[in-house]
Nanobody, 122 residues
């Protein structure tokens, strides 16, 4: 499956963005989806995951209550609504597809988007 992420940008602390990831090539609903992020000089970090049917979601503690993951299987998209942004949320955000839900290890995901930059100014 091919993934294309977009929606990043420069925002002030406390602001919001909606990241989007479009999938093509295979049956989107066969895959659990997740968002990861990677800041300069740091390892790729799990952010959120959603099950195939969207019935379950899972978040990293650092974003719980501020970020919301959702998906639209009819339109082959997964979203990440990011609210109450902090400077430490600055990173490149990646969407990923895999066979297992709620896995926080990047190596368990089969497909990755190209990333979208989120920069939060203080």
């Amino acid at each position: 499956v091919q993934l294309q992420a977009c929606g990043g940008g420069l925002v002030q602390a406390g602001g919001s963005l909606r990241l989007s990831c479009a999938a093509s090539g295979r049956t989107f609903s066969n895959y659990a989806m997740a968002w990861f992020r990677q800041a300069p000089g740091k390892e790729r970090e799990f952010v959120a995951a959603i099950s195939r049917s969207a019935s379950s979601t899972y978040y990293a503690d650092s974003v719980k209550g501020r970020f919301t993951i959702s998906r639209d299987n009819g339109n082959n998209r997964v979203y990440l609504q990011v609210n109450s942004l902090k400077p430490e949320d600055t990173a490149v955000y990646y969407c990923a597809a895999g066979m297992l839900y709620a896995i926080s290890t990047p190596t368990q995901y089969n497909y990755w988007g190209q990333g979208t930059q989120v920069t939060v100014s203080s």
